[in-house]
């Protein structure tokens, strides 16, 4: 099978061989790769020399470092991207686009329904097809007007899958996931002070909090707790991912309490068909249901959750809509579980310091 690798907007052609062989562009070279830790670390033997590689993944580009230098890779399967180049993307015109299979295959996921709003490249329909699963992706931001298949069905190259069109004014962030119900506070604040740093504020309802938490403005004072309940402070580091997305999920976190040395790092698994975000929202429930369980009275706990995924940080305090219906179940069952708390924090950090907290 060949590839097209695109390696800091260069182009490679890639020919797997054999197993333990590959032809890059006219080179032939000997291969073995194996996984170190199960996730991110990787030994690679090329010809006679050896390499330690760490890979992360952010949608379609794997961030490759190998000794001391990062790569933006992204990999396609040669005859798909000749299939696409040769027109997915069927008809556009001034306020829509029609998008078609870019091959045979079977239509085994629908992320957007007639009526959502989507990003441009945003997945839409997952294709199997040639025993691999396909994104097919939304060549513009719009509105899904038309959805041609539904799970299960079987399309030809060229078929139509769905139809893009603008948005109606006014529409932008008024999905039916975004509308807060009338008289009832946001789940949610957001403070966007901060360049660096995304923060944002999830937890109990507004009947729940205590008084002068309610409609408070990021930099108001908050009342204290009586004294006999005072207020605790304690973090949460938490990661999740999957490897193919949809494939094998993984997950881990750890938690500090007030100034006390952080615990002992607990990682998770969540099955063969998880999605790179499903594994995000899966390791944060089992975080928040664990240290729930872990300290006395989680209602006294203002918590800060450290995160490299700004999409679930952004979710969780609804400043970014939901998209993907196999994300609403996992959001719900976050926002409760972060309803246990007095407070609850995200504050986005740069994978880097992620992976160090970890102990990846």
């Not at 996730?39 to 020399?49: C, F, R, T, V």
């Not at 932008?172 to 957001?190: I, L």
Request: a negative charge.
């Amino acid at each position: 099978m060949t590839y097209v690798a695109t390696i800091n907007e260069r182009e490679r052609r890639v020919e797997l061989l054999h197993p333990d062989e590959i032809q890059l562009d006219d080179t032939r070279h000997r291969i073995d790769l194996k996984a170190i830790d199960g996730e991110y670390l990787y030994s690679l033997l090329l010809d006679d020399a050896s390499y330690e590689v760490f890979v992360e993944r952010t949608g379609n580009v794997y961030y490759v470092t190998v000794a001391g230098h990062r790569y933006a890779v992204t990999v396609e399967d040669e005859r798909l991207r000749r299939l696409r180049q040769a027109g997915q993307v069927k008809h556009e015109e001034p306020g829509t686009a029609e998008v078609m299979a870019p091959m045979p295959g079977q239509v085994i996921r629908v992320l957007a329904q007639v009526g959502e709003l989507v990003e441009a490249d945003q997945a839409v329909v997952i294709l199997e097809a040639m025993k691999m699963e396909n994104e097919v992706r939304s060549p513009r931001s719009g509105l899904v007007s038309h959805m041609e298949v539904g799970v299960g069905q079987v399309v030809n190259g060229g078929d139509r899958l769905f139809v893009v069109s603008d948005a109606p004014s006014g529409e932008v962030g008024q999905g039916p996931r975004d509308r807060v119900a009338e008289g009832s506070a946001p789940a949610s604040s957001v403070d966007q002070s901060s360049t660096t740093e995304v923060v944002q504020e999830v937890g109990r309802s507004s009947s729940d909090q205590p008084a002068a938490a309610v409609g408070r403005r990021p930099g108001d004072a908050l009342e204290t707790e009586p004294a006999a309940n005072p207020a605790r402070q304690a973090r949460l580091v938490c990661d999740g991912g999957s490897l193919g997305n949809p494939g094998r999920g993984y997950g881990s976190f750890r938690w500090q309490l007030g100034s006390d040395p952080w615990s002992e790092p607990v990682r998770l698994s969540f099955g063969e068909r998880t999605t790179n975000n499903e594994a995000e929202y899966q390791a944060l429930i089992a975080a928040l249901e664990t240290l729930a369980q872990e300290v006395a009275s989680p209602e006294h706990v203002s918590l800060e959750v450290l995160t490299d995924s700004r999409l679930l940080a952004q979710q969780m305090s609804g400043h970014w809509k939901l998209r993907a219906a196999n994300l609403f179940d996992l959001h719900d069952r976050a926002q409760r579980a972060a309803a246990m708390f007095r407070r609850v924090t995200f504050r986005w950090l740069p994978r880097s310091r992620i992976v160090e907290l970890l102990g990846h």
